[in-house]
């Protein structure tokens, strides 16, 4: 594949209770090319990104975005549910203790639970990719933080969606020269190309509307 291969290490399934990206939508995506690995990264839960897996092989990529006690972070590769609710150091040792790799979604964002300055400082140590582009990141942008961040110590960067529905999806992700694996993937992150687009605005409004939709699915 000479133009490499178009990964997205943040999405969200319909499993979470704000996401809205269907098994049938995530094999679309796959089958027409627009993007050729995904990690299904939903909240606190691992299941819909397991069954996919089995579907789709390593396309599909097995992540959990984890609700830390200092904000948020997400493991990939991963083989078990890591319980949230932890530090950011016990959820990131969690994460590699399964042979997972540590990745840092929207950091030093408030609007968000994205993770501080402190604590990333005090698991640097731990980890492996930071997102230095985040495709929901409009309103509050600290992808050039982030990637300065990343820059001084010595972290390889991604783009991604963070999409919460189809619209949002396609838009930021990162190219990469050859398969990924837990093995590989930070060191091809290390001269990859990323790619940044803005999604619809509409695609902004997913997250609400999905919870809307769940409230009133549970309610009926």
């Known amino acids: 594949m000479s133009q490499g291969y178009k990964i997205d290490l943040h999405t969200h399934s319909t499993a979470s209770p704000d996401g809205g990206i269907s098994p049938k939508q995530y094999a679309h995506l796959l089958s027409s090319g627009a993007l050729d690995y995904i990690a299904i990264t939903d909240h606190d839960h691992i299941d819909m990104a397991k069954q996919l897996h089995g579907e789709h092989g390593d396309a599909i990529i097995v992540g959990q975005e984890i609700t830390t006690s200092e904000g948020e972070l997400i493991g990939l590769f991963l083989s078990d549910r890591v319980m949230p609710g932890q530090t950011a150091k016990a959820t990131a ?71 919460h529905g189809i619209k949002g999806i396609g838009s930021s992700f990162t190219t990469i020269a050859q398969k990924p694996n837990q093995k590989n993937l930070a060191t091809l992150l290390e001269t990859a190309r990323i790619l940044t687009a803005r999604p619809p605005l509409t695609s902004l409004l997913y997250p609400k509307l999905n919870r809307l939709r769940a409230k009133l699915k549970h309610k009926s």
């Open 93 to 163: 040792k969690a994460i590699t203790k399964q042979g997972g790799l540590v990745y840092v979604p929207h950091p030093f964002e408030t609007v968000r639970k994205g993770i501080s300055l402190e604590a990333l400082d005090s698991i640097a140590p731990l980890i492996d990719i930071v997102e230095v582009h985040n495709g929901r990141a409009v309103f509050q942008n600290k992808g050039p933080k982030a990637a300065v961040w990343a820059r001084l110590h010595n972290k390889p960067g991604a783009a991604s969606s963070d999409a």
